[in-house]
C-alpha cells in the first residue's frame, strides 16, 4: 500500500509539471504565431524547453502506466499515457514552428490537458 500511495505522490507531482510545461508550450506557439518574423534559436530556446520537457514526460510515464495496472482506474487505459506522452514531445517542438496549423496543435494541447486533469482527479477522489 505503501507502494502505491508513494507512485501516486510522485505522479500528482510530475503530473502537475506536465499541466504547467503545456501551458508553457500553448503560450510559446501564441508568441510565435503572433510574431512571424521571429523565428527561436534551436538551441537556445527550443532544444533546451524541449528537454525539460521530455526529461518530465519520461518520468511520468512509467509513473502513469504503474498507476493504471495496479489501480485499475475506470477510463484510463495504457494506450492513453502512451498517446499522451507522445503528444507531450511533440507539441513542445511544434510549439516553435511556426508553419503548425493552429487547430490541430490547439486540440493536441486540450487533449493533452483532458488527460493530465483526468488523472488528478482521479487520484484525488
Known sequence: ?????????????????????????????????????????????????????KECADQWKPLAEQW??????????LKQIEDTHDNILISSVRAFQSDTKEKRFREMIQSIDYILSGIEKEIDK
Open 68 to 77: 493504471i495496472i495496479e489501480e485499475k482506474p475506470a477510463y484510463f487505459y
Open 1 to 53: 500500500m505503501k507502494l502505491v500511495e508513494d507512485i501516486k505522490s510522485k505522479l500528482i507531482y510530475r503530473t502537475e509539471q506536465l499541466k504547467e510545461y503545456n501551458n508553457e508550450t500553448l503560450n510559446a506557439y501564441i508568441n510565435i504565431a503572433q510574431s512571424p518574423d521571429y523565428s527561436p534559436d534551436f538551441f537556445s530556446e527550443v532544444k533546451p524547453f524541449a528537454d525539460k520537457v
